[in-house]
């Protein structure tokens, strides 16, 4: 199983970033996807996420600026970030759930900048 999360970077408060995660070796149609985030010295938190079906859910301090999307036939969950603030800084990692299966993978740091 591989999940490679990618496009994360430096970017200036009120900036937008795309983030990617590629996924391998599991059903990914059948599982729901996550992002989840981690910043320093705190414990992760959920993000968003989306179902098999592409039911979504969010965060309430993401509500209205990140769009979580899935791509079954190329295996692929986004995560379009807009409107960042510095409070958006963490490393960024995604995830597949399904019943008592869940993987996770390599994360991409996202920091902003005030």
């Known amino acids: 199983v591989q999940l490679q999360a990618s496009g994360g970077g430096l970017v200036q408060a009120g900036g937008s970033l795309r983030l990617s995660c590629a996924s391998a070796?599991?059903?990914?149609?059948?599982?729901?996807m996550y992002w989840y985030r981690q910043a320093p010295g705190k414990q992760r938190e959920s993000v968003a996420s989306i179902s098999s079906g592409s039911g979504t859910n969010y965060a309430n301090f993401v509500k209205g600026r990140f769009t979580i999307s899935r791509d079954n036939n190329n295996y692929m969950v986004y995560l379009q970030m807009n409107s960042l603030n510095p409070e958006d800084t963490a490393v960024y990692y995604c995830?597949?759930?399904?019943?008592?299966?869940?993987?996770w993978g390599q994360g991409t740091q996202v920091t902003v900048s005030s």
């Open positions: 995830g597949a759930q399904r019943g008592s299966s869940a993987y």
């Open positions: 070796g599991f059903a990914f149609p059948n599982y729901a």
